[in-house]
């Protein structure tokens, strides 16, 4: 049996683990403040008062899943910018084409479905630049987050020296991680505020499931008076000063 002492510590311990859990879980905009103020050349979110959050989208293109999202993207005047992986665009070229046809940005979520942080600071820039090249041709691109979402301060400095920007998000469902539609909606509704950059998921099943997400999120965002942007739009909007690229 556990002395008294030994379960008060016990108590307290799974108290603080219960907490930080929950910290990571809901990401305040405290953390995402002090994540900022600690990486100033990574964006998180946004600081403005205007009823504006950025829809953000990784992963695709995927044949079944990207359509239908901009379907639904345009029934409700949303949208989005997509980290596209490029090894995914050979085939989907009318995808792509669409997507900023009908106003979406385009951004580079590098080559392959990879954790970026793993490769070699030259490996890394040579796939950096090629998903750049493909993306160039259809738009201009201005935007990189990481696969995984983990970066070096060599990292950063490769896409600067290119003209770059890295965001990363201030609501992540951990919707690769957490197969549950109910779970993402509940928690992007619960964590969204004016400026935050949300975190989907396109491909696959992935991709079915922000179907899901996005179908309940959207008339309710709307129904709050936000508007669903892109990142530039949002970036731009709280500071007309503002360059992604500076």
Known sequence: MLSPRRLKIGTAVLAILLFAAGVVVFQPRWLMATLAKLSPDVVYFVETEKQAVALTIDDGPDPRATPKILDLLRQHEAHATFFFI????????????????????LANHSTTDEPSILLKSSEFERSFLKAHEVLSRFSDVRWFRPGSGWYSKKMLSIIHRHGYRCALGSVYPFDPQIPSSWFIKQHVLRGVQPGSIIVLHDHGARGERTLAVLGA??????????????????????????????
């Open 217 to 246: 999120i959207l008339p309710e965002l709307k129904r709050r008076g936000f508007r669903v942007v892109t990142l530039s739009e949002l970036w731009l909007g709280s500071d007309p000063e503002k360059n992604p690229r500076s």
């Open 86 to 105: 490029t090894g995914r665009v050979p085939g989907n070229e009318e995808i792509v084409l669409r997507t900023v046809k009908e106003g979406h940005e």
